[in-house]
């Protein structure tokens, strides 16, 4: 039987002929799997749950408290439209995450569980699978982030909460030697990240100060992330991690957006008048 940590050289191996103009033998009923669960997944993506964004869940049990309150108990941030082009780029991330899954199959692993329920604390999830027995957290990902899964600094900067949710279906499956298999969608580069158990957040502890958090009649005051220099004019920004945050204006009621070469700014302090575009 394989083992997980040998997945992605061996999705690599697997598809070695193909650069040299041979053929790769795929076993039909992988070929049907694979389009079952296409259409499964885009039959899922078309008809969202809105429902499910105000619960607590396994996959945003990890998040900054303060964002999740205002996701569970407030609407979004008037005029904020971000929303417009998000659907496509989840479609496409969703889609890419079953292919990942069928290469995992066709270069011989264990593929099981894919999508089962499990719960902690009263708190559900669904896991993406295992692999060759080991709890999967399958993720699709920008060069930036999937960095952090190839050079092991997800500990660092997690907005997502990824520890947290890997944790909890570990805990849930009596299992400790998961990981995540990601893929950089601009690349198409594999990498697997199998994170130290010190890494790894106490998902009980995690759960019950979510759970007392939640139940406050105001949002937790601690900000989710501090803002930062804007160059050095003196001007403070929004960090990378509140940008598409569409709660951002309840934090700073006077927040100003700047249309910069680079793309938009959200300044908190403006100190020197930037000499572009302000967005309003």
């Not at 952090?148 to 890997?166: C, H, N, S, V």
């Not at 849930?172 to 580069?189: D, H, M, Q, R």
């Amino acid at each position: 039987m394989k083992q997980l940590n040998t997945v992605v050289e061996d999705i690599y191996s697997t598809l070695q002929p193909l650069s040299q103009n041979k053929s790769v033998p795929i076993d039909p009923k992988l070929l049907d799997n694979l389009g079952e669960n296409i259409k499964n997944c885009i039959l899922h993506w078309a008809t969202p749950n809105i429902e499910s964004t105000k619960y607590i869940r396994m996959s945003n049990v990890g998040r900054p408290l303060r964002q999740l309150y205002f996701d569970m108990k407030e609407e979004s941030d008037k005029g904020f439209n971000d929303s417009s082009f998000l659907p496509i780029r989840f479609l496409y991330g969703h889609l890419l995450e079953e292919i990942l899954l069928f290469l995992v199959k066709l270069s011989g692993h264990t593929v099981t569980d894919e999508q089962k329920e499990v719960t902690v604390d009263n708190i559900k999830g669904h896991i993406d699978c295992k692999i060759d027995g080991e709890v999967v957290d399958v993720k699709t990902a920008s060069n930036f982030a999937f960095k952090k899964f190839k050079e092991e600094t997800l500990r660092d900067d997690d907005p997502f909460g990824y520890l947290a949710q890997l944790s909890g279906y570990e805990e849930a499956e009596k299992s400790n030697n998961g990981g995540f298999l990601a893929i950089n969608k601009e690349t198409g580069e594999i990498t697997l990240y199998q994170p130290d158990e010190l890494d790894k957040p106490n998902i009980h502890y995690l759960i019950s100060k979510v759970k007392k958090a939640m139940d406050l009649d105001s949002p937790p005051e601690e900000i989710c992330y501090p803002p930062i220099p804007e160059g050095k004019s003196g001007n403070m920004k929004l960090p990378k991690q509140c940008v598409y945050c569409s709660h951002k204006k309840k934090c700073y009621p006077n927040l100003r957006t700047f249309k910069y070469s680079k793309g938009l700014t959200y300044l908190v302090k403006v100190v020197n008048e930037p000499k572009v575009e302000e967005i309003k």
